[in-house]
């Protein structure tokens, strides 16, 4: 058993590049002309990872969501990992939306990815461990194989392969 491979699958995001992201995105908002005079506002919640993105209007929500997604993906952060929230009115005629950051990957997910790499036949074995999984086999070839099966499906996660060995 101990020359089996494995690799774990993970979804995590560096919260340190989500935060300068923000702040370059803050910076930007603050120096264009079109946002003069406004109340667009970007803040970070890092301990339950969430953003709150607020404006005056849907319109400059809109384009503070998108300079924010600009910076966040300069980054290196996967869009796929920012979960929106409905746009909702707020005080003083603005509108806010939050924005949640996935970190781990869920339950129902991560079962999906567990029963696909079961339906593969390969000779590998995919335990649940808490927000991640653990992909054990005999075969380098084989952890390979489910590495790129799984590059090629769309999970709506940004998914890393890590601890290869």
């Known amino acids: 058993m101990s020359k089996d491979s494995s690799f774990d699958i993970v979804s995590k995001v560096d919260m340190q590049e989500v935060k300068n992201a923000v702040t370059?995105?803050?910076?930007?908002?603050?120096?264009?002309f079109d946002?003069?005079?406004?109340?667009?506002?970007?803040?970070?919640n890092e301990k339950d990872a969430k953003l709150i993105v607020v404006s005056d209007d849907d319109f400059k929500l809109r384009n503070v969501t998108d300079i924010l997604e600009a910076k966040l993906v300069?980054?290196?952060?996967?869009?796929?990992?920012?979960?929106?929230?409905?746009i909702e009115p707020a005080a003083g005629g603005?509108?806010?939306?939050?924005?949640?950051?996935?970190?781990?990957?869920?339950?129902?997910?991560a079962k999906d990815i567990s029963k696909m790499i079961r339906d593969t036949k390969l000779k590998v074995t995919a335990q649940i461990q808490g927000d991640q999984l653990r992909?054990?086999?005999?075969?380098?070839?084989?952890?390979?194989?489910?590495?790129?099966?799984?590059?090629?499906?769309?999970?709506?996660?940004?998914?890393?392969?890590?601890?290869?060995?």
């Open 24 to 32: 370059q995105a803050q910076r930007e908002i603050e120096q264009r």
């Open 35 to 44: 946002f003069k005079g406004s109340k667009s506002s970007i803040e970070l």
């Open 74 to 86: 300069k980054r290196g952060i996967s869009l796929k990992s920012v979960k929106y929230g409905k």
């Open 94 to 109: 603005t509108v806010r939306q939050e924005a949640t950051i996935q970190q781990g990957i869920p339950q129902e997910k």
């Open 135 to 165: 992909v054990t086999g005999a075969k380098k070839d084989d952890l390979q194989a489910i590495i790129g099966l799984l590059k090629q499906q769309d999970f709506d996660l940004d998914l890393q392969f890590v601890n290869y060995r």
